[in-house]
T-cell receptor, first 114, second 116 residues
């Protein structure tokens, strides 16, 4: 069966510090990978998606970047965090079985920027 | 532009009664719709889905209805249980073009509280 891991679970960082959040998927190959952010009281906003190694698409302009160095590894980064980067970050995966695909989410990382 | 909207931020229901969660969308290209359930500090869990070729899909206590002409879908939970208390997100996807890469557009979520 497939599993998705995210770490760390919680993170408190000062403004201006760098960020690296990691997501890995097990039990599947060549998944589509996604990074979402849920700000306080808001819905899920898609930040980045990737359909293969080294292929990253950004959905919204922002202070963050993403990379996919391996097939089942997705990393969210920032060189200098802003207060507005605080939120709950979720990684998700899906497989192109055909026309209709569910996404499956990891446990999330709670980021607080002070 | 919010393409998927959940206009009710919260819903409170008595245990054993029906919970009805609503969702509206504006993009007529959406052809696949999903509901997710989310507990605090956890990732969303896939609940049920429906494709645009159907108007109803049922899975145990959960039924999703799709009204394409009204661009409206709803999730019915019968009977509601206290363990159903969570945030429910509806999501939509446009797969027909073959280039959506499985991307989903989410609504803002509805907090469901089921009282014992």
């Amino acid at each position: 069966s497939q599993t998705i891991h995210q770490w760390p679970a919680t993170l408190v960082q000062p403004v201006g510090s760098p960020l690296s959040l990691e997501c890995t998927v097990e039990g599947t190959s060549n998944p589509n990978l996604y990074w979402y952010r849920q700000a306080a009281g808001r819905g899920l906003q898609l930040l980045f998606y990737s359909v293969g190694i080294g292929q990253i698409s950004s959905e919204v302009p922002q202070n963050l970047s993403a990379s996919r160095p391996q097939d089942r590894q997705f990393i969210l980064s920032s060189k200098k965090l802003l207060l507005s980067d605080s939120g709950f970050y979720l990684c998700a995966w899906s497989i192109d079985w055909g026309r209709y695909n569910e996404q499956f989410f990891g446990p999330g990382t709670r980021l607080t920027v002070l | 532009d919010q393409q998927v909207k959940q206009n009710s931020p919260s819903l409170s229901v008595q245990e054993g009664r029906i919970s009805i969660l609503n969702c509206d969308y504006t993009n007529s290209m959406f052809d696949y719709f999903l509901w997710y359930k989310k507990y605090p500090a956890e990732g969303p869990t896939f609940l049920i889905s429906i494709s645009s070729i159907k108007d109803k899909n049922e899975d145990g206590r959960f039924t999703v209805f799709l009204n394409k002409s009204a661009k409206h879908l709803s999730l019915h939970i019968v009977p509601s249980q206290p363990g159903d208390s969570a945030v429910y997100f509806c999501a939509a996807s446009d797969n027909a073009g073959g280039t959506s890469y499985g991307k989903l557009t989410f609504g803002q979520g509805t907090i469901l509280t089921v009282h014992p």
